[in-house]
């Protein structure tokens, strides 16, 4: 980090599932961290650690040239960038670590831009254990100009950051990662329980599978919680079934039939039971219960 970055505010708007670690993670990095978010107790916590908290969204405009943002829907991410491009000053750069749909981060892009305000989408895969350790995958989209100039920042929040181009690129590119990620959890549940049927332990299959083409980060990822049905969230259903469903309308919008679309939706639909707030490997349990009936 170079001293001019080490010294420069950083707004951060959100601190949930992913937001609090990123924002811990950069504490730890020797950033100063202005945050904001609607429950005061999570405040609270990164100001313990060393960060500053604002008052309001039009306090982070003024104080930070770059504002980081972790919202858990396009719908609020309109919104607080709607209000955080009408407050800025001109020059502000905004990096948008949400994941939103294609067309959101191509609006929010075109408004910042027609407000002097630069918007980069850059939502990030890899989990809270890794946003606390700085180790997420990032995929961006913005004006190369932009994205040199925060590349730093970019370094410190993931280990491995892909520029795939302009606005609403990386929105595109973390949604068909996590269409396949999803895809793969399915698979991974499945197999897992054909060995209750087979004669197999859990055990020995996943031994077989991390050492052979089954290995994948779903498999990695959900057989710890299969194992101990331990299902406390990471990432948890509800937050699954919005990637699925913008995945899915990104598929429409490319012209793609998915094989199943209807069933993918029923499994991982958050309100269907009491195991929305759950992690997602509960997908497990759902279809274990759809075997038994």
């Known amino acids: 980090m170079t001293n ?26 020797g950033r100063k961290l202005h945050v904001v978010d609607t429950d005061p107790l999570k405040v609270k916590e990164l100001v313990a650690k060393g960060a500053h908290a604002s008052n309001s969204l039009a306090d982070l405009a003024t104080q930070c040239p770059v504002i980081l943002l972790s919202l858990p829907t396009p719908l609020i991410a309109r919104a607080v960038v709607g209000d955080l491009i009408r407050l800025a000053t001109p020059g502000l750069i905004l990096i948008d670590l949400s994941t939103n749909d294609p067309q959101t981060a191509r609006d929010l892009g075109a408004s910042a831009v027609a407000n002097s305000v630069r918007y980069i989408d850059a939502p990030v895969s890899g989990g809270p254990s890794r946003a606390v350790t700085g180790e997420l995958s990032m995929m961006v989209g913005g004006d190369e100009e932009s994205v040199k100039r925060v590349w730093p920042l970019l370094s410190d ?82 937050l699954a079934e919005k990637d699925l469903r913008l995945g899915l309308e990104l598929m429409h919008q490319a012209g793609v039939a998915v094989i199943g679309e209807q069933q993918l939706i029923d499994l991982f639909n958050a309100s269907s039971g009491d195991d929305g707030e759950m992690d997602v490997a509960v997908i497990y349990e759902r279809l274990k219960g759809n075997a038994r009936t």
Not at 14 to 28: A, E, F, K, Y
Request: glycine fraction near 14%.
């Open 4 to 29: 001019e970055a080490a010294g420069e505010n950083v707004g951060l708007v959100g601190l949930g599932n992913m937001g609090g670690p990123i924002g811990s993670h950069l504490i730890s990095r």
């Open 157 to 238: 929040v993931g280990a491995q950051i892909e520029h795939v181009g302009p606005s609403g690129c990386g929105t595109i590119a973390k949604l068909l990662n996590n269409f396949v990620a999803l895809w793969g959890m399915v698979g991974v549940s499945q197999a897992f329980l054909a060995t209750e049927a087979l004669g197999i332990s859990k055990e020995r299959i996943y031994d077989v599978m991390s050492k052979s083409s089954g290995k994948s980060y779903s498999l990695d990822r959900n057989y710890p919680k299969i194992r101990d049905a331990n299902f406390k969230p990471n990432f948890s259903l509800a």
